[in-house]
């Protein structure tokens, strides 16, 4: 299901941002089929620093809901700012962790404030792409305080759906979250961070591929080659 074929989202998309793509992901061409990969679609501010994330691909009105919810938490946390930036990153990081208590069941307090840049160059907490060139630091999530008692009921869903919990709290409990969850939690600590330190750890940390700068890998590039076909090729 192509979402970004839909007629609303892309009128909506028109209107309200500027796209482009990016693969930094491994797959292969077979023919005329990818096979692997996956894709991560990121809402940023016209300087690139990270608002929202889809990890994965969606239906046309998941996208189109997400979309307009950037659109109006850019406005509304405009106006609470007041033009201190600042503040307008704190309030974007809590409006990712209201979205994660009222979605997902999960209480997290957000980051207000970076602390100053580490130099994670070819340290430990970095990824890197299959060769071993350093590509981006991993950042670390907001711990979990706990779930809000009000969507425990979510959770029992969560765990039907996703298996076995595997994210902890401070107090040692064990929570469900899929990869949209694990999103919020990631910008509650990070929004508004440059896309090149959040791109690795949206695709690598929480949709589990590897990060790669090769090209991509083309299986028989010319399918008409050897059945007496021509094609003109235009460079």
Known sequence: MNALAN????KY??????????????????????????????????????????AGPVDADTLLR?????????????????GDG???????????ADKLRTEHGL????V????????????????????????????????IEGPDVKFRGMQEN?????GAAAIADRRGGRWVLGNQGRVHMLMAAHSMQPIEKLYASIFQGILGEQVTTRPVEIVNPFPW???????????
């Open 112 to 143: 207000a404030y970076d602390p100053p840049d580490a130099d994670d160059e070819g340290g430990p907490l970095t990824f890197r792409d299959p060769t071993g060139r350093p590509l981006a630091p991993i950042l670390p999530p907001v711990p």
């Open 13 to 54: 998309l028109e209107q309200h941002f500027v796209s482009s793509f990016q693969r930094v992901g491994t797959f292969r061409i077979v023919g005329k089929t990818k096979q692997g990969g996956n894709v991560a679609s990121y809402f940023c501010a016209p300087d690139g620093r990270v608002l929202h994330v889809i």
């Open 86 to 96: 600042g503040r307008f990153k704190a309030e974007f990081r809590k409006a990712h």
């Open 158 to 162: 969560a765990a039907k759906a996703l």
């Open 66 to 82: 997400e979309s307009k919810w950037v659109v109006e938490t850019v406005k509304t946390s405009n106006k609470i700012a007041k």
């Open 107 to 110: 209480a997290v307090q957000p």
């Open 225 to 235: 080659h050897g059945r007496g076909e021509t094609k003109q090729i235009r460079n």
């Open 7 to 10: 007629e609303k989202v892309g």
